[in-house]
């Protein structure tokens, strides 16, 4: 009978330990139980992760990318940036999430799904309205699944250099 409450303590005194290594490990910036290979670039780490130096990226206005959550772009994007079917889960929907590389967005034969109104080419500044605002370069709205990104002038130029590089 000792023996096994030495035994019983020892088991809950280890799970103390692991679980308070574990909230070490979360709250030392990561922010994530998942781990995440460090990225190259900090438009890299908003592409991939949607977060800039640990943080996430503000952002408002999409399903399942409320608030603090630490999506990227590639989540819908891909990690080639081409884009494709989007199943949501919680949704039970699906969406076509577009080609972002830089070279498509910036290109004048850019592809258009069906019934969608052709628009200009993105620069810098329509690229930017695009994040934050949700626009394209006409102004005319995106699709709900795109959020509207908290992000600065830096930011927005270090994601171009990542987009240009796809």
């Known amino acids: 009978m ?3 409450f030495y035994v019983g303590v020892v ?4 799970g103390l330990i692991g679980l308070a290594a574990v909230f070490v490990v979360y709250s030392a910036g990561t922010g994530s139980l998942v781990f995440r290979p460090a990225a190259e670039s900090l438009g890299a780490e908003i592409f991939l992760y949607g977060t800039a130096g640990g943080r996430a990226v503000p952002r408002r206005g ?10 990227g772009c590639a989540d819908c994007h891909g990690t080639d940036g081409r884009g494709g079917r989007v199943n949501m889960m919680m949704m039970m929907g699906s969406f076509e999430a577009p080609d972002i590389r830089w070279s498509t967005l910036t290109s004048t034969e850019m592809e258009h799904t069906e019934g969608e109104t052709p628009h200009p080419p993105f620069d810098r500044d329509s690229f930017a309205r695009a994040l934050r605002d949700g626009v394209d370069p006409d102004g005319g709205k995106l699709e709900s699944p795109m959020p509207r990104w908290g992000v600065n002038d830096a930011q927005v130029d270090a994601l171009i250099e990542y987009l240009q590089g796809l």
């Open 2 to 4: 000792k023996n096994s």
């Open 11 to 14: 088991f809950i005194a280890a």
């Open 62 to 71: 999409s399903i399942g990318m409320m608030g603090g959550s630490r999506l």
